[in-house]
């Protein structure tokens, strides 16, 4: 048996022995207490100075971040995968039209992405296709020796988290997910606020994402798509990183406390049912199939250091788009980036002891943006999500050419995406508490918080 599959093995019966929180009937239980301290080997990370490239998946996502990938200094884009050879080459265009060379082309079926792994003359594969493909290419492109990016969610279940995780340490290869909500402008400023030490200690932390997706679980004739395929019986989260990523990082999760165990609930699933009725006709088969899925998944977790996070991911019903939720409790302060509020205790206004005045978050980033901020907005803006696309491939690129740890790490992809099945596995069980695994194996304690830098040049 591999080394992974022992300790696998291993942790199955130490839990079914009986130890820690009660899991569901069949679930694949993990345990920080009960994992070898064996510690992750290093990464390599020798500089590279012109970072190669081969991505995977060019269609709404990829082609977006193939324009903005060709705006960022010190790398190169030589391969291009995609099962739609049409895609591959108006992306091999695209490049041309930078003035890169015309990078070769792969489109020969759904395993393909694998020869163009097998290339020597990459250093990085990003894959921005379909959720399922995620591990399976990030996996190939760190067995061939490539560093792997990957869009979000990293993994759809723990056991793919796992595999993340032990390829990257085997192979010393980073595998980075391309969370691209952690570089919103007013995520990083709470962030380097959070650093400063102006909540005091952060106690919990809120996010959620708020408006009608189902345009990207459906087709246009009412078929589903990858997403609406995977979402139709899914009880849990399925889309946690953009929410949980931000969270984690102003918490320190895998840099000094990390996640305990959550529980979740999954509302009713009326909304493919009420979609196919209005648009389709009784007999279409949205309106007429029974599904599973959380119209709304909530779930509550806890950390080691008993900080609590609430998640809510409302995706699927009728309703007007709102901004991402996201809010920080701490002992002195307290942020509600989605009204725009801020307050913190001796800094803000406040009447009395008890009544402090909320004062504008946008003007704290305009007056102490992040550094990163600082220095790149002009060239952010006008990328995608505020900007934020930019920044997030920006700061990919700037990791390897410099040698340095990457904000968003295989540890950091593996528990925000393990959110995906926990969160089922609970709401499938009355709630039951799930553990997290500790994908850094202990780790965590020792990590660094995440360095508050700006650009290098
Ligand atoms: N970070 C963000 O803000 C954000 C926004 C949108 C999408 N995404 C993520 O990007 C990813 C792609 O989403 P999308 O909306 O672009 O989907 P899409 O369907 O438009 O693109 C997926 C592409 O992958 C290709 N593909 C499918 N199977 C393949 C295979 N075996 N080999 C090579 N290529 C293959 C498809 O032909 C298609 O071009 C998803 O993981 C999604 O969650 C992230």
Known sequence: MSEPLRRRAFLKNTIAAGTGLAVGAGSRPADAAAVPQDPPPQVDAAPI??????????????????????????????????????KVQRTQQVVQQSGQPKPAGYSRGETDYRRMCDREDLDLVITATPWLLHVPVSVAAMNAGKHAATEVPAAMTVEGCWKLVEASEKNHRHCVLLENTCYFREV?????????????????AEAG?????????????GGFTFAGDFSKNHKGNVYPTHD?????????INRGDRFDYLVAMAGNARSFNL????YYGPDHHLSKTKFEMADISTCLIQTVKGRT?????????????????????????????????IYLEGKSPSK?????????????????????WRDLETKAIGSGHGGADYLCLYRLIESLRTGTPPEIDVYDAAAWSAIIELTDRSARNRSLPQEFPDFTRGKWKTNPPLPIRGAFG
């Open 209 to 221: 994402y708020q408006k009608d997706a189902r345009f990207y679980d459906l087709t246009a004739d």
């Open 244 to 252: 949980v990523g931000p969270l984690a990082q102003w918490m320190d």
């Open 188 to 204: 990083m400023c709470v962030l380097n606020l959070v650093r400063q030490g102006f909540f005091g200690e952060p106690m919990h």
């Open 275 to 278: 979609y196919g009725q209005k």
């Open 352 to 372: 009395d002891r008890w009544h402090g005045q909320w004062e504008s978050l946008e003007e704290y980033c305009r007056e102490s943006p992040h550094p990163l």
């Open 49 to 86: 100075d012109n970072v190669r490239i081969g991505f995977v998946g060019v269609g709404r996502r990829g082609s977006g971040l193939v324009r903005q990938l060709l705006r960022i200094q010190g790398l190169e884009i030589r391969a291009v995968c995609d099962i739609v050879e049409d």
């Open 309 to 341: 996070i609430y998640l809510i991911l409302d995706t699927h019903l009728s309703r007007a788009k709102a901004r991402h939720i996201y809010r920080l409790m701490g002992t002195t302060g307290v942020v509600d980036a989605t009204t725009d509020g």
